[in-house]
Each structure stands twice: as C-alpha cells, then as structure tokens.
C-alpha cells in the first residue's frame, strides 16, 4: 500500500495532474465559456420595454445597414484571393523558376513585407500615398486637379494588402517550387512542350495543394482585416467590432449584441473554410516523381519580347516593395520641417527622430515667438513610446514564452499516450480550438466575459479594470498562438528516436528526467524558433490590442496609430518623424528575428561546423603569419 503511495505522489505524477488540471482550467475558462457568452448575449438583448426579445439584434441585422460591414469584408477577401495569388505566384516565378537579372536582389526587395506588417507597412504607405503623402504631394504639384484623397477606402486597402499578404508565397510557395522534381520539367521539354505550356501543364499542377493553403489563408486575412481599413477609412467587420465594443446604449441600440453578432459570423466563415481546407488536406495529393530526384533549373525565357516583359514587371514590382521601405529609412533621419514637407534636405539630417528632445520655437499670429519645452522627442525619449514599447516587450515575450511551455508539455503527453489515441486526440483539438475562430472574436469575449466581478474561476476580480487588462491581454495573445505552435513544435517530436527514449528508460531514468535530458535538448531549436516567430508577430500586433483598448493596456503598435493624431494636436510636433523612425526600429527587430530564425537556426551540423572551419582558417590567415614572425624574431 505504502509503494502505491509512494507511486501516486512522486513528482512526475503530481506534475501530470497538475498539468491536466491546469489545461482543463485554460481551456474552459479562457476558451471555451467566454465565447459561448457572447453567443448567447446575442439572444439576451432587451428592447425598449426592457423585455428580453432574442431575435431584436437579428431583425436590426437584416433591416438595417450592418449588412454592408459583412458584404464589404467578404468583398475584399474575395479580391484579394485573386490580386494576392497573381502577384504572389508571379513573385515566386520571376526569382525562383525564370532566369531573372537580379534575382537575388528581388527577392530580399519582395520580402521585405517579412520585416515590417500591420500598422507599421500601412503608416510606410500612407507616407508615399496618403492626402499629404510624398508622391502625392508631387501629384498635387504637377497637376493641380488630382484628387488628394485618392489613397483611401477600398482601392487603398486592396492595394495595401495586396503586396503586404505576399510574405506567405514567399515563404511556403517557394518552398513548394525548389521541391519539384527538375527530371519533370525536362522530361516535358524533350517532348517538345514550349516553356509556358510546362509552366502551365507540369509545374503550376504541382503548386496546387499549396496554393489552396494559401488561398484560404489569404481569404480569412481579408475577412478578418484591421489595421488597414482601420487607417485607410473601409467600412469592414473587425473595425466595427471594435467601435460597437467601446459604445454604450446610451448611444445606439444594443451596440454589444451587435457586436457579438458580428463576430459569430467572421466565426462561421473562418470554421467553414478551415473544414475545407482540412477536407481538402485529407484527400492527399501526390505528384509523381523519379527515383533521383533532380534540382529545379532556372528556365530561360527565349522570346525577347516576353524577356524585356517580364524583366520590366520584376523591376516595377521591386520598386513598389522598396519604395515605402527606402523613404521610412530615409525620413527617419531628417528633420521636421523636412518631415512636414515631406521633401529631401540633404542638411536635415538628425537622429533627433530616435534619441534626444528639442524644444520648439515657432512664431504665433501675433508675430511673437513662443517656445514649447519638449515639442520634439525621439523614440527611446518619449515617455509614451518608450512605455509602448516595454510594454509590448514584456507582454510579447511573457505571451510567446508561455505558448511555447504549454505545447511543448502537451506535446510531450501526446506523444507519450500513443496507445489511449482518444486523450492525445481531444488534448490536440482543444489546442487547435482558437483556430476556429477569428482572434477579434475571442478578444471580444475576452472584453465582455472578464469586465465583470461575478467571474468565480478568476477570484471575482474584474480582469479588464485597470492593470488587469495587461492579464487580460497575455492570455489572448498566449491562446491565439497556440494552434500555430502546436503545428510547428509537434513537427520537431517526430525527429526524436525512440530508441533513445528506451535508452534512457533502460538506464533508470524516469519520465521526467528523459524529457529534460533526452527530448528537451533536441527539440530546443524548434521550440526558440516558434518562441521568436510568436514574439515577432506580437511585439507589432494592433488587433488584439485595439479591441481591448483601455489606458493601461497600451501597446507599441497603438502608439504608433496614434502618433498621426498627436502631430495633428500638436501634442509631439515631430511625432510623424518619430513614426517613421518606429518602423525602422521594428524593421531591425523582426530582421533580427528572422536572421536568428531563418539563418542561423536553419543551419544544420554540417553547415556549422564548415562556417566554424572558414572562421579558423580566416583567423589563421590574419594573425597566424604575424605570430610567426614574433616568434621567428624571438629566436
């Protein structure tokens, strides 16, 4: 009885029900029951009466013009599918299928979208293209007729979109590409198929399971858009979610209902393309290939005429990409005055935009100076900045972390209970829940749930009051990247050897002991790749941060929102210098990531230890010869 005992309380158990317990309570309290709120607040609205009618918010729907928010999303999503996979599949061709000049300087031009996104890629393009942009400012000046307010609603988010969804064909596809067997393609040659008729008959065939992946991505991105049609001025779900969760009925008939309406509908749309998709993964598809399979060749394009074409087109669509990105840079260095012109001073060039404060002067209507202390403040000088960017720090690091802990120890039950298939199964699925939603959704529920004292799983403390809401926003942030860490750390399990498992069971080791010694160890530069891919996207994240939107819980990417309206109040006087100077902070950030992920983590044993190999040799060349000279002349 006592060896039983002794069995039921040893860490590894005690760790074990810990875990189930803590992941029961995870996914009841902040899964599962705040979104089953907010389906069932939308058949708890009251009328005018103050009696309960469930069908009030759905009758407003139909008859009213809340209709327009759900066309006009599923508008944009729709023409995004084509804009984004014609530019995407076009980018992917030009630098990984046609021999192009310059390809290699294209594709870091096209990837550019990798390092910057979301609030940050919307304010580079307002910058050329909004009413007082820079190229619209020259527009303005060549032709006094044109439309100043040209760059917004839905042409400017389409456009905007357009060429920031393309970062995931850059990644996926091209991937796809360098995978096709090259004895294919030349097989198809020898035949005396034309070039465009292998692309068309042999290749793009071949890219289709990817490129259904990659249109149903693309299309929930459009459904569920925000910062742009935020910024740009688009009547879309998400920003009217956002707006109806910060109103009251004081103002407009049950704003919260509505909102919760809206929500459980960009959820339909997203659960029903997500079982499309899973349906269409399901089927398989294989592409036969030979035995030895073959590089992929670079494919001239004979015709001169198509060659200047498409050399033309790459070209155009490098500029686009690099164009915002160049004059960030560029501005992030100049001035105010420079700024606010939005012209080049070659004698404007500062570092004020980043570090430092300048007082003001200016001369008022009066024709009296007048000097405002502090006016000017860079980056890491402004308290509110800076405060933005601890914040989203902390939050970012705490979040991705936290996801990471979580899938790595369910993956690791998963992995364990390969024979009880059921509980590996539902722990699995409960992971991939927040996927069936749109992340507006459970932010919102997350809002309306928590603001409450009468929440008995959460100490009846009000989560949204105050401090709280950074909690708040932790979670929201830890449960939306689940599904996304779950995918890609469970991959790295499967590189773990069973037999070592069974070596170190041999050796006396106990469950606990194998994971950290054995597993850990082996799947850690997997899981330091999801933890810095997490903290990327969060660090600038503006959805999630927006809906919550409370005086305590503002983060980096709110700030740089609202730098435009503190220019306009006069609040920071180079507050547009200062944005400018954010995304190039953000730009070095995600490089930074990126490199760490994509290059450095990328490498395998061979690859290291031949740049380890280059390094000595490099050394040895530099400072060999002088070490032997010393000695010669110590002799």
Partial sequence: MSQGLDRKLRPETLLRVFGIAFFAYLFFGFMLLPCLNTLTSIFRTKNAAGETDPFAVIRFFLAGKMKRYVWNSLKLAIYLVVTVNVVGISLVLLTEYFDIKGARILRMGYMTTMIYSG???????????????????????????FNPNWFSGFNAVLFTMTFACTSNHMLFLRNAIRGIDYNTVEAARNMGARPFKVLLKVVL?????TLFSLTVMTFITGLCAMSAPTLLGYDSINPEIVRLAGSSTADEAFPQARAALLSIILAMFTIVLLTVLSAYERKGHYLSVSKTKAKLQKQKITNPVWNVIAH???????????????????????NY?????????????????FIGKQDYTYTNDRGREKTVVGAISG?????KTLGGIKLSFLMSAIAAALACVIVVVACNYIFNK?????????????????????TILICYSYRTYFNSNDVWYVGNTNLYSKENVRFLIIMAYTVTKLPFSLRMIKASFYAIDDELQDAARNLGSSGLSTFLKVKLPIILPSVLAVFALNFNALFTEYDMSATFQSPQGITYAMVIQGMLADATRGANMNALGRRCASTVFIMIVSGIVLYLVYGVGSRD???RLEIRKRRRE???????KTEKKEVNKTL
């Fill in 119 to 145: 609030v940050a890629l919307v304010t580079g393009y307002m910058f050329l293209y909004a009413s007082d942009g820079m190229l619209t400012s020259l527009m303005k000046n060549a032709f006094p007729d």
């Fill in 379 to 383: 980056v890491f000088s402004n308290e």
């Fill in 312 to 334: 033309i087109y790459a070209y155009i669509l490098f500029i686009i990409y690099m164009t915002p990105v160049v004059m960030i840079i560029v501005f992030s260095f100049q």
């Fill in 205 to 209: 065939p071949s890219l289709l399971p």
């Fill in 618 to 624: 490099r050394w040895e060349k530099l400072f060999g």
């Fill in 337 to 353: 005055s420079a700024i606010k012109g939005k012209r080049l001073d070659l004698n404007g060039w500062t570092l004020i935009n």
């Fill in 605 to 607: 044993l061979g690859e």
């Fill in 418 to 438: 390969k024979k009880s298939k059921l509980s590996g199964i539902v722990l699995e699925y409960s992971l991939l829940f927040p996927w069936l939603l749109p």
